[in-house]
């Protein structure tokens, strides 16, 4: 079930969404834009597919509302909304598909960016770190210029004779489930995702919103195309707290 706070105009608008997968890169960049736009919450998702959990706004340490399992936060400047996922899918995904492609087709969102993550051993040329993606994308596909410009390379993975384009993506949690869905239904959908291992992977969220950037152009750069972000407070915490002094 998808509530929203309010009535609200999608539009033409871009949904942006993470698959929750190695190292948490999707989330990672998702929270980067919430809190470097300055995003707000417009509404929740409830779905039996995610384990649920509730806790404070990981963006704002001076308020009292609550996060859920899944979120809505909307950026009305730039006509993006993002569904952040705080905790990992369990059972079969197809009732959490039909349901986020019905909201997505009855707000007439034009658009749909997956943000994902794969193993880094999966990938076949170890100096090559440029991101990956997969898209159904008219605007995106027919447009050589940008995506050269892009420096993206389109998903394949080798067999024994030749590289062939390959919907999965491995450790890349639903990603080309919802993307094939997606596909069927006749919805746009892109999805960009990167090369990585477990552990501190705030460099690879990096990475990935600033290639996100070059397209999309929501976030500030300097003059070397450095993007300019700013960490949620909750990354504090993004380890734990440190270990308790008795313990020495």
Not at 70 to 85: C, E, M, R, S
Request: aromatic content about 12%; some cysteine.
């Amino acid at each position: 079930m998808i509530k929203l706070l309010e009535e609200i105009n999608l539009e033409d608008y871009t949904l942006i969404l993470p698959s929750v997968a190695v190292g948490n890169v999707g989330q990672l960049s998702i929270d980067l834009l919430i809190s470097t736009l300055n995003l707000y919450k417009i509404g929740s998702m409830w779905s039996s597919i995610f384990l649920p959990i509730c806790g404070y706004d990981p963006y704002n340490k001076n308020t009292n509302s609550l996060c859920t399992a899944a979120d809505f936060y909307l950026g009305t400047t730039h006509k993006i909304v993002l569904l952040q996922l705080r905790s990992p899918h369990v059972g079969n995904s197809t009732d959490f598909f039909k349901e986020l492609a019905e909201f997505i087709q009855q707000k007439k969102i034009s658009k749909i960016i997956i943000l994902t993550s794969s193993y880094d051993y999966e990938r076949s040329e170890r100096s090559d770190s440029s991101l990956r993606y997969l898209t159904t994308d008219d605007s995106l596909m027919n447009n050589k210029t940008l995506l050269e410009s892009l420096k993206w390379k389109r998903y394949t993975r080798k067999t024994l004779m030749e590289p062939t384009e390959n919907f999965h993506i491995p450790g890349g949690g639903f990603a080309n489930g919802l993307y094939n869905y997606l596909k069927s239904v006749d919805i746009p959908c892109t999805v960009l995702f990167c090369y990585c291992s477990e552990g501190d992977n705030i460099s690879d969220a990096l990475t990935l919103v600033k290639g996100l950037n070059q397209w999309l152009n929501i976030l500030e750069t300097t003059s070397n195309i450095d993007i300019n972000v700013r960490y949620p407070p909750s990354w504090e915490y993004l380890f734990g707290n440190p270990p308790a002094s008795e313990l020495y």
